[in-house]
Every structure is written in structure tokens, then in C-alpha cells.
């Protein structure tokens, strides 16, 4: 959809054409169902439409801003924690974690998902559990040289979208030390002492566990070999995943929401939306 089409008003009318109390406004396809279950459980009746790319939902946000326009835009977080930033305008709703992947790859999902392709009862929780951790504990430093890359705007691709040039091998959902030591060996002559200090301050107030502060696209691998890893151990069998396929698995997130800080905070913050 071309946004430069469209009057403030048109945008804001769109609910009312199809019989939805909100017009909601996203990215990208991807987010189009992760936002409408979310808006499903709030129990707040909406229309959500792509608007197609980052670029496109900025100027829906200056609509919110500048124009005072009454429709919603729900999009990624980011990096936003970590800016100085004005007071959040309530129409404009965001991501608990970086983005809708974050939350998309939930540790009780992952495990159903496991325990489908198995075809049997097994319990790997607590190892998915201890991926998660070890995985984040080990990109804790790549996660801090991509803050500071984006808030000094250093042009450098630090984390980028995928994972699978710092995994230990193709297949592999752990990530190598070596191959993250050696990359940051490579770009930490671009960042001041003093910047990775404010940065580390930022980081050590965040109240968000840090599996919530990387970047989704960039989990996405290393949770499809996690998956394939574990049927393989625990059935002997190859299963094939895609990222279509895991995307179909893991995009409600809507399950015992209320037990899950970040879909919680979420749908809190879409209960207090209020149209002029």
C-alpha cells in the first residue's frame, strides 16, 4: 500500500469500511498476524494492514505526530530503549523485544514444536532453556557493539539478520566464541572506550532479560537447527524446517499470555489506546 494515496482521514476511516473500531497499521506481512492476535486478545476489534517496509511506516508515525492522526501503527521496538527519545505518543505501539521474533520464539512453543515432530511425550525444556541462555550469554558482546553501531551510527554490520556465520557449523544452533572473538577483533578499533561505556550503562539498567534486546531475524536460524537438532536426538529422524514453516508455528503468541511479561505488556498497552 502506498501511504502517499491515502488522506490522514482515509487512513483513519479504513476501521469503519471494514466494520473494525481501529485502523492498525504495520511494517511488513510478517507483522500483519502477530498484531491481530494481539489485538484479538486485548479484545479490541481491529483492522491491521501492512503498509510495506520500514521506510512506508515512518510516515505513518509522522502522521501520529505532527498530524495528530487517529489510527494506530504497531511495529518493532528496535533499538529504541537505548535512545534518547520523547514520551512514546499512545498510538504508537511497539514490540516488547527487539522485534515480533522475540517473542514469536517462545521456550514452551519451541518445545511443543519439538515434541509434534517427535511424535511423543518428551521433555526438553530445560535444555531449550539452557540454549536460550547460553545463547544469549555468548553474543552478549556482539549485542553491545551493534547498540553502540546504531546509536553512534557507525555504518558497520555488526549482528545483521542471520546468525549462521557465527555458528560452530552450518547445522549447528550454538554459537562459536571463536568466530564471534575474531569478528570483534575486526571492528572494535571503530568504537571509543567512552562510547561502549554508555552503552554498557544503558544495557545494565534494561529490565529485559536479553534474549528480548537481539535482534529477531538474527534468532531465526540457530531456533530452526535448535529444533532439528533435538527431533534428530530424540526420534532419529531428519525433519525439514523452513523459516515459512516456523513462522506458521510460532506466530500466535496469544497462549497463557497473561503468564508472559512481554505479550502481557503489550496487549496492556493496546487496552489503553484511546481515539480523539
Known sequence: MNSLQYSKEALEAKSLFYNKHLSVYVEGED?????????????????????????????????????????????????????????????????????????????????????????????????IEKWAEDFTNNVYDLLRYDIANFKFSKGIKVIGNNCFRFLQSDTSPYISQKKISDFLDSIRGHFSEGEMKIVDDLISVSKKDFWFLIKGHFLTHATINLIKTLVKKHSGSVCSLSKDAIYALTIDCTENWEERIDILTVINTIRKVSIA
Not at 476489534?45 to 515512518?58: L, N, P, R
Not at 498530524?67 to 499512545?90: K, M, Q, W
Not at 518445545?111 to 525444556?125: P, S, Y
Request: charged letters at 25%; glycine letters at 4%; one cysteine or more.
Open 31 to 127: 507483522d500483519v498476524l502477530f498484531w491481530q492476535y494481539l489485538f484479538n486478545a486485548a479484545e479490541i476489534s481491529a483492522h491491521v494492514e501492512d503498509v510495506g517496509g520500514v521506510k512506508e511506516i515512518e510516515k505513518y508515525i509522522v502522521k501520529i505526530l505532527e498530524e495528530d492522526a487517529g489510527f494506530i501503527v504497531a511495529c518493532d521496538n528496535d533499538y529504541n530503549d537505548f535512545l534518547e527519545l520523547p514520551p512514546a505518543h499512545p498510538n504508537i505501539i511497539r514490540t516488547y523485544g527487539y522485534s515480533i521474533e522475540n517473542s514469536m520464539y517462545y521456550f514452551n512453543k519451541i518445545h511443543e514444536i519439538v515434541t509434534k515432530l517427535c511424535r511423543q511425550k518428551i521433555d526438553v525444556q530445560k535444555i
